[in-house]
């Protein structure tokens, strides 16, 4: 079979699974790169901002290595602002329920980035603009402190009352725009980023990459569970957090929305285990328990399945690595992220015995 017979097959068996025409399936597997890269020019944003809001900007200076389009907007008319310069793939109504999302913490005078305008969402050369007030913060604490304050954060969030401003779906990473929405979003964005590169992928690794693929297919989604609002990405690297004058402040809502609670707390839970060795930290779990649990008491159907739902995200993150790996030609070498099984089943056990203290 040659190679592009072994694509056209790749193709027709993600579009079974995702539910996508032949077509679709094509572009989602073909277009993942054009999607979710974007390097926005810094001069270009600068004459956008100051003839868009009238302001006198000096400097614009990425904030991240893993996000190039976000920048740190310096003024000589007034404080920092930060400008979400976003890929053109997403459309300008997710940039816009960011905004909707934004004001509605506002509102409830929860602890996040606040909109540096009231018509905040513009459009540049195709991409949707977001511009909020710069917090200057520094990173969260290390240890148990980071983790209660984490867990505090998301126990507020997950009870903010229902609105129907804010009720799109929300918990998945999306770096690809096509795969924003419910946690399910990105499992298939990793089946996506794994079949990208299926017929990459050498004889002795077709083994390994085969059980990493069925094992995204089958993993549970959280579809079903209580749900609020989630911020969808608050562990990240660096955390989507940072500690300003008055304490922590929540980053970066473009995962935000309503979905299962669980996925949120999940990630979180994982999160707080020691590397090396990959092992249970029961100081840190405590701390995020007890913090959340002041606000959120978990259900035994969510306690039953926390172990499965930690897999979501992780999965998504392993999928990411892989198929950057696979297309740079080197070994993949981030199996930590779902390596070792026992790590998830005894953090579950110990994150259940925390809650029912």
């Avoid at 989602?28 to 926005?40: I, N, S, V, W, Y």
């Avoid at 989604?221 to 008055?246: F, I, K, Q, S, T």
């Avoid at 606000?295 to 035994?300: A, S």
Wanted: with cysteine; charged share 30%.
């Amino acid at each position: 079979m040659t190679k592009k017979a072994s694509f056209k097959k790749v193709v027709r068996r993600h579009a079974g699974e995702t539910g996508q025409r032949y077509t679709e399936a094509l572009t989602d597997l073909e277009g993942l790169g054009a999607r979710m890269d974007h390097e926005p020019a810094a001069e270009r944003l600068l004459v956008h901002l100051r003839d868009r809001y009238g302001i006198d900007p000096v400097a614009a200076t990425r904030l991240s290595v893993h996000k190039t389009y976000v920048f740190r907007v310096d003024r000589k008319d007034g404080e920092p602002w930060v400008a979400r310069a976003f890929p053109p793939a997403r459309p300008r109504a997710g940039v816009e329920g960011d905004a909707a999302i934004l004001r509605f913490l506002q509102r409830h005078d929860y602890p996040a980035e606040r909109l540096a305008a009231d018509a905040a969402v513009s459009d540049l050369d195709g991409s949707a603009i977001l511009v909020t007030r710069f917090i200057d913060g520094g990173r969260l604490p290390d240890g148990p402190e980071k983790f209660a304050m984490m867990g505090d954060l998301l126990g507020r969030l997950h009870t903010l009352p229902y609105d129907d401003s804010v009720s799109r779906p929300g918990g998945a990473s999306g770096e690809d725009p096509s795969r924003e929405g419910s946690p399910r979003q990105d499992l298939l964005a990793a089946l996506a980023f794994l079949d990208a590169v299926d017929t990459k992928v050498t004889a002795s690794e077709r083994a390994r990459f085969e059980r990493l693929r069925e094992k995204v297919r089958l993993a549970d989604d959280a579809d079903g569970l209580p749900e609020g609002l989630l911020h969808g990405n608050l562990l990240h690297a660096p955390d989507h957090a940072v500690v300003g004058d008055r304490g922590p402040v929540v980053i970066n809502w473009k995962a935000s929305g309503r979905g299962p609670r669980l996925a949120d707390l999940a990630y979180l839970m994982w999160g707080t285990g020691s590397w090396k060795p990959r092992r249970p930290n029961l100081e840190r779990i405590d701390a995020a328990v007890n913090a959340y649990r002041r606000h959120v008491e978990l259900t035994d159907g969510e306690l039953d399945r926390l172990e499965a739902v930690m897999y979501i995200r992780t999965l998504y993150l392993v999928c990411f690595g892989y198929r950057r790996a696979v297309n740079d030609g080197v070994t993949f070498r981030e199996w930590g992220f779902i390596h070792p099984r026992d790590y998830y089943s005894s953090t579950a056990a110990a994150v259940r015995a925390a809650f029912r203290r």
